[in-house]
């Protein structure tokens, strides 16, 4: 009896060091995995192209989007251009423009059917999204965003909500790239490969905050200065002398984008023990973003890892 008890204990013991043997060499395998990982902290304001980065990435190294993605994003797109049009027509409010006398009427039975059904997007509120963007009004209220918040975005995709408001509508890849859903907490993507705010003062000041914080005060760093397009087109009607008087370059991309560049390098403390690496970027465009993506990646496979760190 005795010895029975014995054996079945010895079995149980062996049973149990197997398992702990092989817990262990799990352990030691993810160790490994981890060691050859580079962790890579995707930080910026709200609006900077954070999101877009990502969705490229999965674009390029992760077999694009699926049938969840495109019903999830199909419904964000409608929801978003209902809640601009409520946007505009506030904006419009404030800035003093008004509609004409049947836009006006529109106006109204829109933000009823709003008040009805909040947070929500029914065929009826569908159909007068086109006939309050299409207002002149509406269309001047947009060109001043820059005194209210609203993504530069919106016109794209209120100027074919027709073809979005169908039922079997489904988002191309630009409509993908360029829809935008707020980002909350922290979004995590593994790669297998080889206001009034003026925002630039408001990055400056996020990126003070990040780069010379303790836990990041001796990280390598690459510079993401996103939506060039965007910049670029912004310098017709926005002098950056007006903002920043320590400018004394001609109002051209060109020189506009070294001054920034300057100025984000200038805050970087202990820069001479620091790897920054810049590039300009537009985050719609899928080569654009390859090449940048590539860029790094070579940086990263240097000898002495650069950005090892």
């Given at each position: 009896?005795?010895?029975?008890?014995?054996?079945?204990?010895?079995?149980?013991?062996?049973?149990?060091?197997?398992?702990?043997?092989?817990?262990?060499?799990?352990?030691?395998?993810?160790?490994?995995?981890?060691?050859c990982e580079l962790k890579m902290l995707l930080l910026g304001t709200g609006d900077s192209g954070k999101s877009t980065f990502i969705k490229q990435m999965q674009i390029l190294y992760c077999d694009g989007f699926n049938r969840k993605d495109y019903t999830l994003y199909s419904s964000v797109i409608k929801l978003n251009c209902v809640g601009y049009i409520k946007t505009l027509l506030k904006a419009c409010d404030s800035l003093g423009y008004?509609?004409?006398?049947?836009?006006?009427?529109?106006?109204?039975?829109?933000?009823?059917?709003?008040?009805?059904?909040?947070?929500?997007?029914?065929?009826?509120?569908?159909?007068?999204?086109p006939s309050l963007w299409e207002d002149s009004s509406m269309k001047k209220c947009f060109q001043d965003r820059k005194l209210f918040q609203i993504p530069g975005s919106a016109d794209?995709?209120?100027?074919?909500?027709?073809?979005?408001?169908?039922?079997?509508?489904?988002?191309?890849?630009?409509?993908?790239?360029?829809c935008r859903i707020p980002t909350t907490g922290l979004k995590e993507l593994n790669l297998k490969i080889n206001g009034l705010v003026w925002k630039m003062e408001e990055s400056l000041s996020v990126f003070d905050n990040i780069v010379n914080n303790d836990y990041f005060k001796k990280k390598n760093l690459v510079i993401l200065f996103n939506k060039v397009d965007r910049f670029e087109k912004s310098l017709e009607?926005?002098?950056?002398?007006?903002?920043?008087?320590?400018?004394?370059?001609?109002?051209?991309?060109?020189?506009?984008?070294?001054?920034?560049?300057?100025?984000?390098?200038?805050?970087?403390?202990?820069?001479?023990?620091?790897?920054?690496?810049?590039?300009?970027?537009?985050?719609?465009e899928t080569n654009d973003m390859k090449n940048v993506f590539e860029e790094i990646q070579k940086k990263i496979n240097k000898k002495d890892n650069p950005l090892g760190n």
């Open positions: 009896m005795g010895n029975k008890k014995f054996k079945k204990k010895k079995k149980v013991a062996k049973k149990e060091t197997k398992k702990h043997n092989r817990i262990e060499k799990e352990l030691e395998k993810e160790k490994k995995n981890q060691n008004s509609l004409s006398k049947q836009k006006s009427r529109d106006r109204e039975t829109f933000l009823n059917l709003i008040k009805e059904s909040p947070h929500s997007y029914t065929n009826e509120i569908a159909k007068y999204v794209y995709f209120l100027d074919k909500f027709e073809e979005i408001k169908e039922e079997d509508y489904k988002p191309n890849q630009k409509d993908i790239l360029i009607n926005s002098p950056i002398k007006e903002t920043f008087p320590d400018f004394n370059g001609l109002n051209n991309y060109e020189e506009g984008k070294d001054f920034f560049k300057n100025k984000f390098i200038e805050i970087v403390k202990k820069r001479n023990k620091r790897s920054i690496y810049p590039f300009f970027t537009c985050g719609i």
